[in-house]
Structures are given as structure tokens and as C-alpha cells.
């Protein structure tokens, strides 16, 4: 069973970056899966922020696109996200997943606020 | 790119059905038999309870079913269950090769 865990600090600085890894267990990060990011302010709906394919391609919202940076690490199976320039707009739940259509696993998220 | 039009919110009664709809556009559920809808209970992560359009993952109830036509896909819950209520989210790939999600519908089991 595939598992993914998110990981990175809980609090940033506006203007800072953001940045967060997300650990898989279960599987290689190299088998054909796409491995994103989903967040959620506090209250709010879901907002896709991104893909990434283990050989490279990324896919990202063009809301975000650029702010965004996405790599794969397959040597600790691990893949991460950094968001740049933060503003308090970007405080949410931060979940890491695997899928693109559907997000078939998900992380258990984790909250990142954005406050000085 | 604007997110899937959701209900806000739906209600019924234990064992009744309800629908929760979702319109795109043609440049995403129109165009795409890649339509999953997610079910997320408070604190905890959305979990896939149907993709491309009609299919249920593995562990799945039979009670959901999933259904698209043209911009609009729609989400039937059969025989309502306390443990049912949640939001319900859609989701779609697109032409840009992005996913977008809807804003969200609270189930709530009278």
C-alpha cells in the first residue's frame, strides 16, 4: 500500500519560501506515477497546485506557476515542493499525493502558515 | 482557470439518494472522461471515491455511482448513510493538461 508523508516547517515568513518534501513508502517514486500537491485554507475547498512526473515534466496551476518549483529526489524516494515569495494567502493545509486524474493516495497534510 | 460549479450544500434523510452535480466546460468535463469526486470528513485527508466518470476504487460502497453529461458530471449517493456525511468535492483534468477541482458540497444526513 502505497503511503505518502508530508514534512517542513509550519511557519514561514511572507515573502519567504515555502518548502516541503513528501516521503513514499510502498513503492519506488520512479513506477508510473504522478506525484503532486493539493492545498486547503483553513474553511476552505481544495486547490490543485501541481504535478510532478518522476522523469521531469511538471504540470502546475498557472496561478501559481511562477512562484512554484517541483523535483523529484528518487535516491531517498521523496519529491518536493518550493513556493516562493508567501504571502498570508497561502496559509493551508499542504497535502502531498500520487495521481494527477484521479489523486489516488493522498498524505495526511500538513498546516503551513504564513505570519512574521 | 475558474473552479467546477458545485451546490454548496445538499441534504437528505437516512436511505434516501441524493446528487451532487458539477459543471465545467467543454475544455474539461466536456472534453475528458477524467471526472473523479473525492469524499473528505473534518481533520482528514479527501479520499477518491470515484474516477473517470463512473469507476470506484477497490473498498469503494456500491452506493456511490458516478455520471457525466456533457459539461456536467454528478455524484448519486444511494441508501444514505450517517457515515455519509461530509463534503464532496469533483475534480477534472483539463486542456492544459492541469487538474481543477470544485469548490465543495456539505452532505449533511438529516
Known amino acids: ?116 | 482557470q475558474s473552479p467546477l460549479t458545485q451546490p454548496a450544500s445538499v441534504s437528505g434523510s437516512p436511505g434516501q439518494s441524493i446528487t451532487i452535480s458539477c459543471t465545467g466546460t467543454s475544455s474539461d468535463v466536456g472534453l475528458y472522461n477524467y471526472v473523479s469526486w473525492y469524499q473528505q470528513h473534518p481533520g482528514k485527508a479527501p479520499k477518491l471515491i470515484i474516477y473517470d466518470v463512473t469507476n470506484r476504487p477497490s473498498g469503494v460502497s456500491d452506493r456511490f455511482s458516478g455520471s457525466k453529461s456533457g459539461n456536467t458530471a454528478s455524484l448519486t449517493i444511494s441508501g444514505l448513510q450517517a457515515e455519509d456525511e461530509a463534503v464532496y468535492y469533483c475534480s477534472s483534468y483539463t486542456s492544459s493538461s492541469t487538474v481543477i477541482f470544485g469548490g465543495g458540497t456539505k452532505l449533511t444526513v438529516l
Open chain 1, 1 to 116: 500500500q502505497l503511503q505518502l508523508q508530508e514534512s517542513g516547517p509550519g511557519l514561514v515568513k511572507p515573502s519567504e519560501t515555502l518548502s516541503l518534501t513528501c516521503t513514499v513508502t510502498g513503492d519506488s517514486i520512479t513506477s508510473s506515477y504522478y506525484w503532486g500537491w493539493i492545498r486547503q485554507p483553513p474553511g476552505k475547498g481544495l486547490e490543485w497546485i501541481g504535478c510532478i512526473y518522476y522523469g521531469g515534466s511538471t504540470y502546475y496551476n498557472p496561478s501559481l506557476k511562477s512562484r512554484l518549483t517541483m523535483s523529484v529526489d528518487s535516491s531517498n524516494n521523496q519529491f518536493s515542493l518550493k513556493l516562493s515569495s508567501v504571502t498570508a494567502a497561502d496559509t493551508a493545509v499542504y497535502y502531498c499525493a500520487s495521481g494527477r486524474a484521479p489523486i489516488d493516495y493522498w498524505g495526511q497534510g500538513t498546516l503551513v502558515t504564513v505570519s512574521s
